[in-house]
């Protein structure tokens, strides 16, 4: 007899953690991944900025998976969802293939938005994947480089001034980055240029830095981004964007800040394989395409489809909706997982889904961190050390939390960035990318 084949999209929290809690059950698993790796997002910032290498924060999938034997790793993009024939459509590199499923999780994650301004994107990277981090590297430190090079000073300025957009976590950590590369890592490097010279301006349409934690916990962020020489700009709304420069309007009206390198921090949307499913189901997508799920996490009148972590939409017991974090991915993964082993087993449902909020933490310099715990609010030291703690947990490996742990020290303890080399085609792929097409669909073209 067949077993039950339970198709996964998507390697990334929620897949990961629903795969695994399905080890032991009789059930034969297809993981479709774009990437070849399991990305670890919350460390991006800390690739983008020179501390960790890609290989930490990013396992290859196979590796990870070795020792379940009821896993087929599948590299490809779903594209497109069947629900007649429950078939899931993928495109691989140069090649495009079915498979069938008895149930599917879709935990996809989210992409980038840039709330309608995608040329945006051109001068401001994201921090979604690692073509991302790896090419804000290479524009972050080609920037000191470039500014050394330049004899009129409006030109240094420009090189030298560093616009961050979203003073959420990812902003904060990277603005905050960004400043100790200038202020411990590089200075003394240079002959012509002094780092101390730079600006970090970090902007946000919003009146407060770290929004979601709270004001006591938002006022010593920005107290520590001010010590550390971070410009806040709050209440500030981009409304435009070039390659020298990037157009603001704040309280004061519109201005300009002349600007080379731009990191794009806010806004997400779902991928565009959540509209599909929308459209084939039925069910309904929140502004930001998320979808609509039932409290079991399944899409309406489907039972045999799940969707879950940063795809979906769904509100606690309060009416507030499930934010887009980690935590939300990993226990939606299990819930799934739990779902489909007691059907497996001929068991009623289980009780709809309930998120545990574990807490909230983000770091903003070495040894500085904000920890939002139950009723608990840390910050400083105290709050950092739960951080290291807590992403060496979740880091997947045991070798990445090794070197991840070696190469901290040389960064927080010492002054040294382990990871500071990038290429010219990490720098400039985006455009050929544009110019030239997805690698993937031209492999396609070209057959
Ligand atoms: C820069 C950054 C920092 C963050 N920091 C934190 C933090 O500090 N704490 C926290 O809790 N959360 C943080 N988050 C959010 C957290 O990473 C996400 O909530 C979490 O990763 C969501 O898990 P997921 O499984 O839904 O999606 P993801 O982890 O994004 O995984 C989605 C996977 O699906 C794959 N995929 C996408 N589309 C397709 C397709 N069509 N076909 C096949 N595969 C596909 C992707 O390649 C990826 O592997 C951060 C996110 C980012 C981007």
Known sequence: MQRHRLVVIGAGFGGLFAIKALRR??????????TAYHLFQP??????TGILSEGEIAPPIREVLRRQKNVDVRLGWATSVDTANKIVSVSGPGIEYQVEYDTLIVAAGAAQSYFGNDQFADHAPGMKNIDDAL????RIFGAF???????DPDDVARWLTFVVVGAGPTGTEMAGQIAEL???TLPGQYRHIDPHQARIILVDAVGAVLNTFGDHLSTRALRQLHLMGVEVELNTKVVGMDATGIEVETERGHERIPSMTKVWAAGVAAPPLARQIAEVTGAKTDRAGRIHVSPDLTVPGHPEIFVL??????NDEHGVQLPGVAQVAIQGGRYAARQVKRRLDGQPPDKPF????????ATISRFSAVASVGKLRLSGFPAWVIWVAVHLFYLVGFKNRVTAVLHWAVSFLGRGRSERVATVQQAFAR???????DPFTRALDDR
């Open 25 to 34: 059950a009789p059930v034969d698993i297809t993981l479709i991944n774009g």
């Open 43 to 48: 460390l991006l910032y800390q690739m983008a």
């Open 135 to 138: 090419e804000l590297r290479a």
């Open 145 to 151: 480089e470039i500014a050394d090079l330049q004899t």
């Open 182 to 184: 200038a202020h411990r």
């Open 309 to 314: 972590g940063d795809m979906m939409n769904l």
């Open 354 to 361: 309930k998120y545990f909020d574990k807490g909230s933490l």
């Open 431 to 437: 455009r050929a990318i544009r110019e030239y097409g």
